[in-house]
């Protein structure tokens, strides 16, 4: 019995150590949120007699080392919320402006949001997503960003030959186009040469330049040609 009985006072002694280390902890936390809240109270109390006594100067005149350390921490943090708001403006403008092409960028369609990027962009700055991995998983237009099905030759939105015997076509139309263009450019500026006659000329009345006709004033002096104008004379 005296065994059990010294085993059992053990356990008592164990239990009650337990329980008052337990208390202790329990007691110990709710003295340090009294003491934080006593603290936020303080703070409270220190924050609305500043703002009662700030102005009062037999109450500021002996603390008034505080006071001007006070009001420095408030401007300081009104600059910091100054510039703060800013910068969220500034990223906040720039999330919804559309990005401005170079001549050797081309814009392409977010396949997530719709918003319009640059062809090189990694993310996309309207959802945030990852273009590089958005192409390997869609088959998107490398020019425009269009999804496109897989038997698609030409991107429905911008034309784009994505078939390489569609491509090689593509570059030959584009090539036989330009050429057409520049005939079609070097006959217009023929003709235009051939057909358009030599505009009549007269003497300016006061310096006696010979200017076009149809001008009002003299290019070289400036006179006034109409109303003053005695005599036309054509130039060959």
């Known amino acids: ?129 990852n273009l590089a991995a958005l192409r390997e998983e869609l088959n998107l237009c490398p020019s425009c960003g269009y999804a496109l099905e897989d038997e698609d030759c030409f991107c429905p939105n911008c034309g784009l030959a994505l078939c390489a015997d569609e491509e090689e076509d593509q570059e030959d139309n584009q090539e036989e186009d330009r050429v057409e263009d520049q005939v079609e450019d070097q006959v217009e500026d023929q003709v235009e040469d051939q057909v358009e006659p030599p505009k009549p000329m007269v003497l300016c009345p006061n310096c006696f330049s010979a200017i076009e006709s149809t001008e009002v004033f003299c290019s070289n002096c400036g006179a006034s040609i109409l109303g003053e104008l005695t005599e036309e004379t054509t130039q060959p």
């Open 1 to 129: 019995m005296g065994v059990l009985d010294d085993a059992g006072k053990f356990i008592d002694r164990g239990v009650a150590n337990a329980e008052r280390a337990t208390r202790s902890l329990s007691l110990k936390s709710q003295i340090n949120n009294l003491e934080k809240h006593r603290e936020r109270l303080e703070a409270q109390l220190g924050a609305s007699l500043y703002e009662e006594t700030r102005r009062d100067p037999n109450f500021r005149a002996p603390r008034e080392s505080l006071y001007a350390s006070i009001e420095s921490l408030d401007s300081q943090r009104e600059s910091l919320k100054v510039e703060l708001a800013n910068l969220d403006l500034q990223a906040q403008m720039a999330s919804s402006a559309t990005p401005v092409p170079s001549e050797t960028q081309a814009m392409i369609t977010c396949p997530q949001c719709g918003r319009e990027l640059l062809d090189d962009d990694a993310f996309c700055a309207g959802c945030g997503s």
